[in-house]
């Protein structure tokens, strides 16, 4: 039985030159005698601060700010900063240029990555309602709907429900996949889906204009059997006609007009006269 020479146990001894019982021993030993000068060295380092054990430790950095041209000091790993502070910065030329002046482009294989990517996400999530175009949004009894043609869509096919002319209908999620003109697989998310009493249903979408791709959209839907049908803003008058709903001049410029842009949301009155056979329903303006 032996002795350690650094924690001064009995032990049989297994490691170094028959001295010590372990390695954690073996090493402590070699730097015994100056532990207290290697711990003020680490000590100082860590800090920062200058001392006679660390002469190589850097002093503050004087700096001069880019915006407001005062002069501040910061420690030597921060010696490249141009602003004095988060206000400097985002009031500087440098900041309004980062944000207006041109991006750089995406690459072929950057865009892909990102359509691949962004269709996946609504392939995985069927009740995401997507938005498009330049419409004004509204809110129709809980339901976002997007353009005043969409809006007053609604209106319709609920005189028609309270009459039972149709079962029920709905701001459908549903999706077509179709072929573009680029030759890529694109998405088409339909606007209306309505049930008819017998428990069929068929699709219908509101249009101002035809964009290019949209008869390939609707040839896509076509093609899966179920009914399918387009109003324009004529057809919407004949089907308004036909339940009695009448627009004063007033409505119509309300719905038509941008003077809610960006302001809060307002009540505004988008149903025909008392007459159409229902209360009047309140819509928000949500703008753009």
């Known amino acids: 039985?032996?002795?350690?020479?650094?924690?001064?146990?009995?032990?049989?001894?297994?490691?170094?030159?028959?001295?010590?019982?372990?390695?954690?021993c073996a090493r402590s030993y070699a730097t015994k005698s100056k532990r207290s000068e290697i711990n003020e060295k680490v000590s100082a380092s860590l800090k920062g601060k200058d001392s006679k054990l660390n002469k190589l430790a850097h002093e503050n950095v004087s700096l001069q700010c880019n915006h407001c041209n005062n002069f501040f000091s910061v420690i030597w790993r921060d010696r490249n900063k141009k602003y004095c502070s988060k206000k400097c910065w985002t009031e500087s030329d440098k900041f309004k240029e980062y944000l207006t002046g041109p991006k750089k482009p995406l690459t072929v294989e950057q865009r892909n990555k990102l359509s691949l990517a962004i269709k996946n996400y609504y392939k995985n999530n069927p009740d995401v309602k997507r938005g498009g175009g330049k419409s004004k949004w509204f809110s129709y009894n809980g339901i976002k709907v997007q353009g005043t043609y969409e809006l007053r869509t609604c209106k319709i096919l609920d005189l028609w429900t309270s009459s039972k002319k149709i079962k029920n209908w709905e701001y459908t999620k549903d999706r077509i996949e179709y072929v573009g003109h680029d030759g890529k697989w694109h998405n088409y998310l339909l606007d209306f889906k309505i049930?008819?009493?017998?428990d069929t249903f068929w699709y219908l979408e509101t249009k101002g204009f035809i964009r290019p791709n949209d008869e390939l959209k609707w040839t896509a839907v076509k093609c899966t059997g179920v009914n399918f049908k387009v109003w324009f803003h004529k057809d919407i008058k004949e089907a308004e006609a036909s339940v009695g709903i009448k627009w004063t001049r007033k409505q119509?410029?309300?719905?038509?007009?941008?003077?809610?842009?960006?302001?809060?949301?307002?009540?505004?009155?988008?149903t025909g006269r008392e007459a159409a056979g229902s209360n009047p329903v309140v819509c928000t303006s949500r703008g753009k």
């Open 195 to 198: 049930f008819e009493n017998d």
């Open 1 to 24: 039985m032996n002795t350690c020479r650094n924690c001064g146990n009995d032990c049989i001894i297994v490691y170094g030159s028959g001295t010590f019982c372990t390695e954690k």
């Open 252 to 270: 119509t410029d309300i719905l038509n007009s941008h003077t809610y842009s960006g302001l809060p949301a307002k009540e505004v009155p988008v």
